[in-house]
């Protein structure tokens, strides 16, 4: 009877052991992804910004349309992108993977980069100098966070 006994605190002890390891490396994965979601909400925040002040100057003039382009087109897609990227400052973001977050954006700022090339005289260089922008505050906001 007490080999049992001694056998059965063993085994709890192992399995309280075993528990509290992976209670950390779950408690590790939920902040990792908690890092990953501030980490896209901050960028996607600053794409936001980014986009309305090319919008803005689509308004003002700074910034002049191609041949036969329509002005209340490119700004509509400026507005669609915004309101993709807003989805990331919401709670609903954080049920996506990595992964998904990184294609999903990707796919948003790829759409937006196509058409500033394709509706704006210089738009190669206003899409060029957006992504150098948004290369240079992702590494700073990855490194912040």
Same mark, same amino acid.
């Given at each position: 009877?007490?080999?049992?006994? @001694?056998?059965?605190?063993?085994?709890?002890?192992?399995?309280?052991?075993?528990?509290?390891?992976?209670?950390?490396?779950?408690?590790?994965?939920?902040?990792?992804? $908690?890092?990953?979601?501030?980490?896209?909400?901050?960028?996607?925040?600053?794409?936001?910004?980014?986009?309305?002040?090319?919008?803005?100057?689509?308004?003002? @003039?700074?910034?002049?349309?191609? $041949? @036969?382009?329509?002005?209340?087109?490119?700004? $509509?897609?400026?507005?669609?992108?915004?309101?993709?990227?807003?989805?990331?400052?919401?709670? @609903?973001?954080?049920?996506?993977?990595?992964?998904?977050?990184?294609?999903?954006?990707?796919?948003?700022?790829?759409?937006?980069?196509?058409?500033?090339?394709?509706?704006?005289?210089?738009?190669?260089?206003?899409?060029?100098?957006?992504?150098?922008?948004?290369?240079?505050?992702?590494?700073?906001?990855?490194?912040?966070?």
């Amino acid at each position: 009877m007490e080999p049992l006994i @001694g056998s059965l605190l063993a085994a709890g002890a192992v399995a309280y052991i075993v528990f509290r390891n992976i209670k950390k490396i779950t408690d590790g994965l939920e902040k990792e992804e $908690e890092k990953v979601f501030e980490i896209y909400s901050t960028f996607a925040i600053k794409a936001e910004e980014y986009l309305r002040e090319i919008k803005k100057n689509i308004e003002n @003039g700074t910034f002049e349309l191609k $041949e @036969g382009k329509s002005e209340n087109e490119i700004k $509509e897609k400026i507005l669609e992108a915004i309101r993709e990227l807003l989805f990331f400052e919401t709670v @609903g973001a954080k049920k996506l993977s990595k992964k998904e977050a990184e294609e999903r954006l990707f796919n948003i700022l790829s759409k937006i980069d196509q058409e500033l090339e394709e509706s704006l005289k210089n738009g190669e260089e206003i899409a060029d100098n957006l992504r150098e922008k948004l290369q240079k505050d992702y590494e700073k906001i990855k490194n912040d966070i």
